[in-house]
Antibody, heavy 118, light 110 residues
């Protein structure tokens, strides 16, 4: 069965960076894009961008450009999302999601809580 | 891109039907048949319920249906059950390889 397992909760200071991992299993990792989506407390979902695990190509939402980096390691079927220059507004649950083959995710990771606090 | 507009809440009685809306623009919802709907229970990850406006992934009950007219997409849940109580989020392709989500609608089953 398809599974996406994310790394554990993080606590970071303002100005720091956070790197979240997403390990995929149950399908061919390179066959589907991985999306990253975040959800601030009590808020809706916010799309951050995607990575093509096959080529490494990425596309980031405009508001995160310059601050987000998405990478992958095909040898261990893992995608990564790194967000830099954190502020309190970045406190959220971060999700990875496997593309269904179009612009959306059919399988999601369990989420990674990122807390930003001095 | 601006977020899609969803009403913050909706409600319906057990066994009845409810329709939730998702309003975008001619650059996203109105331009592409790539609207998805996600169900999210508290503390859980979203679950894909509808993709490409009206397609249901395997395992999603046919009580869930999607449609689109102009810049507004809709999700209808018929035969409401207690377990349908959740947050529902819509998303749309917005061109240039970008996605946009709505703010979510909290569905209450009375």
């Amino acid at each position: 069965q398809v599974l996406l397992v994310q790394s554990g909760a993080e606590v970071k200071k303002p100005g720091a960076s956070v790197k979240v991992s997403c390990k995929a299993s149950g399908y061919t990792f390179t066959s589907r894009y991985i999306h990253w989506v975040r959800q601030a407390p009590g808020q809706g979902l916010e799309w951050m961008g995607w990575i093509n695990p096959n080529s490494g190509d990425t596309n980031y939402a405009q508001r995160f450009q310059g601050r987000v980096t998405m990478t992958r390691d095909t040898s261990i079927s893992t995608a990564y999302m790194e967000l830099s220059r954190l502020t309190s507004d970045d406190a959220a649950v971060y999700y990875c999601a496997k593309s269904y083959g179009g612009p959306g995710g059919d399988y999601w990771g369990q989420g990674t809580l990122v807390t930003v606090s001095s | 891109q601006s977020a899609l507009t969803q009403p913050p809440s909706a409600s319906g009685s057990l066994g009845q039907s409810v329709t939730m809306s998702c309003t975008g623009t001619s650059s996203d919802v109105g331009a592409y048949d790539y609207v998805s709907w996600y169900q999210q229970h508290p503390g859980k990850a979203p679950k894909l319920m509808i993709y490409e406006v009206n397609k249901r992934p395997s395992g999603v009950p046919d009580r869930f249906s999607g449609s689109k007219s102009g810049n507004t997409a809709s999700l209808t849940v018929s035969g409401l059950q207690a377990e349908d109580e959740a947050d529902y989020h819509c998303s749309s392709y917005a061109g240039s390889n970008n996605l946009v989500f709505g703010g979510g609608t909290r569905l209450t089953v009375l």
